[in-house]
């Protein structure tokens, strides 16, 4: 059950980027899970908390017999819920596929949540919950006329793991794979490395500006920070009720209007992007069925084009009703890694990515958000995202390639998805990418 807590109203001028900064400035263990920049809808979530095992959410049931919604609170990451992330190669070896194992993170990392601000983006308003509330109110109330962090460098050229001549000779072999038959679609990705030490919660900042996303989040844990502005949604689970939101095919945002609405159309016609996007709903359907009621999994959006401030994005949804006894840690195991970020068959594919891009992945590629005790749980994909360690950073982007993908725009498609996050570390892309 949650902590026993106590709630109080902020000063309604308390802006998330306020608290964020002074929450962090006085915690180290600390997460804001983002509902975006200038959004009037949805909560917002920014606190604090313990390190617990990752092991701990894994026996929360998602099919609750007897769910009873809080009063005052939506579910989400309050008092006594868990807040944290779980790296790609976790669910690898989960699955049976071959891994490297990244030294420079842990396989997953959560904290149970002992503090946390809750901003109801449509009502306006903010609430502090948690031991000492009003206490912790007062003071954080005293931070709107305090300025966010912000920090400004030398622009660095990062560190590419892979030439654009070498990343497109990994997309010529997927291709060959698909042409023999072991995949039908791969996820292929690389990574850029910025040899620097960065302030995370500036970085972050940064980043939200820039991007727009709808499940971006900020978590810091030991000597790792991950900083995402992810627009997709792997998981969420309320009331009995599984969804997942896989995004497959990307597009630039044009200089213009007009180029605009035309790579727009572009997207919305492409036949490889179509079908790629087709391919990873059928893979998340039968993933869903896994621990889902018979005839109960469903698409109720397919190959729909969401716009972020950078790309358009072909987006599908998937729905099913949980099997009763089904915990956090059932659905992660049929599910995770996501299919939109390995490609499919699943196994089949882990195995042939492992052999093409011979390093660990990391947080990439897997999921951040928070589980709460009663069985409900949003967790997000981490991809547009930045890992901080102690003297460096890192950004990872891929694509998915099909046999009808061409290496030179795959090259391009990187490109365009590193960009932004690494001009919020104050980096560019190195010549050719």
């Not at 894994?58 to 017999?65: L, M, Y």
């Not at 990244?102 to 031991?131: K, N």
């Not at 709808?214 to 949604?233: D, I, K, Q, V």
């Not at 397919?302 to 716009?307: H, K, N, P, Q, T």
């Amino acid at each position: 059950m949650p902590l026993p807590s106590t709630v109080a109203e902020l000063h309604p001028a308390c802006s998330p980027e306020y608290v964020f900064t002074a929450v962090a400035a006085e915690a180290h263990e600390v997460f804001w899970i983002d509902a975006g920049v200038g959004v009037s809808t949805g909560w917002s979530w920014i606190g604090t908390g313990r390190v617990v095992p990752y092991t701990s959410p894994r026996e929360v049931d998602i099919a609750p017999q007897n769910s009873v919604a809080p009063s005052r609170f939506p579910h989400g990451p309050t008092p006594g819920s868990w807040v944290g992330w779980i790296a790609y190669e976790t669910g690898a070896v989960a699955a049976g596929a071959p891994s490297i194992p990244d030294e420079a993170v842990e396989d997953a990392s959560w904290l149970l949540v002992d503090r946390v601000v809750a901003f109801d983006h449509a009502a306006g308003r903010a609430w502090a919950i948690g031991p000492d509330a009003d206490r912790w109110s007062s003071t954080l109330s005293e931070t709107i006329s305090k300025p966010a962090a912000e920090e400004t460098k030398e622009k660095v050229i990062a560190r590419a793991r892979h030439t654009p001549a070498e990343y497109a000779s990994l997309i010529e072999q997927a291709r060959e794979a698909i042409r023999e038959g072991d995949a039908y679609q791969l996820c292929v990705t690389t990574r850029f490395t910025v040899d620097r030490k960065i302030d995370a919660v500036a970085a972050y900042l940064m980043h939200r500006r820039a991007s727009g996303a709808p499940h971006g989040g900020f978590f810091r844990s030991g000597a790792t920070a991950l900083l995402s502005a992810s627009p997709e949604l792997f998981l969420a689970a309320s009331d009995g009720t599984i969804r997942t939101r896989p995004i497959k095919g990307t597009r630039p945002r044009g200089t213009t209007l007009e180029r605009d609405e035309a790579l727009r159309r572009e997207l919305a016609t492409d036949p490889k992007e179509q079908a790629e996007n087709v391919m990873i709903v059928d893979l998340m359907r039968n993933d869903l069925s896994r621990v889902s009621r018979k005839n109960s999994v469903a698409v109720t959006q397919l190959r729909e084009i969401e716009s972020y401030p950078h790309v358009h994005q072909l987006v599908s949804t998937v729905v099913g009703s949980a099997n009763a006894g089904t915990t956090c840690g059932d659905l992660l195991d049929a599910t995770f890694p996501a299919g939109s970020m390995t490609g499919a068959p699943k196994l089949s594919a882990m195995t042939i990515l492992h052999r093409l891009e011979r390093m660990p992945r990391g947080i990439f590629s897997g999921c951040f958000g928070w589980v709460h005790p009663e069985g409900s749980l949003e967790l997000g994909m981490v991809i547009r995202s930045i890992v901080v360690t102690a003297d460096a950073a890192t950004v990872s982007a891929g694509g998915g390639i099909t046999w009808l993908s061409v290496p030179q725009a795959e090259v391009e498609e990187v490109g365009i998805k590193a960009r932004a996050p690494l001009a919020a570390l104050g980096a560019t892309l190195p010549p050719g990418w």
